[in-house]
């Protein structure tokens, strides 16, 4: 596996290539149970407070290709910051992953629940 990663002042940047599908990370991104067992964090509820405070709070899903986050650290509860994963289909069942951690733009505001679009994740 080739890893890279690039920061800079306020953005740190992991690419590698995955030995496995765009539809199986999509799942570990995104289903609460995967995503809290591989990143340790859980959904973020508006009515949860600290010390109970979760970590992250969905705001974009691009089925298999894109998803970000605004993620929250327990050190920092007034500056969340953007984590957006991009993944790419590549030969062989393998996937490009670009993870980008940086800060949130203001004005961002949490994906609905009733937006119309495909599941966020396949049954399996």
């Known amino acids: 596996m080739t890893l890279s990663v ?3 002042r306020d953005e740190v940047v992991v690419e590698c290539e995955m030995e496995t599908t765009p539809e199986k990370l ?3 991104l995104t289903e609460e149970a995967f995503l809290s067992d591989w990143l340790d964090a859980s959904p973020s509820d ?3 407070q600290a010390p109970e405070c979760r970590n992250y709070r969905l705001l974009e899903a ?3 290709s894109r998803v970000s986050y605004a993620w929250h650290d327990p050190d920092h509860p007034d500056a969340p910051s953007l984590v957006t994963v991009e993944l790419e289909r590549l030969p062989a069942g393998r996937t490009w992953f670009r993870l980008t951690h940086g800060p949130v733009a203001s004005g961002i505001h ?3 629940a009733n937006t ?3 599941p966020l994740a396949m049954a399996g």
């Open 46 to 48: 508006e009515a949860v």
């Open 6 to 8: 690039d920061t800079k």
């Open 62 to 64: 691009k089925p298999y």
């Open 26 to 28: 999509w799942r570990a």
């Open 110 to 112: 949490a994906m609905a």
């Open 116 to 118: 119309n679009r495909q």
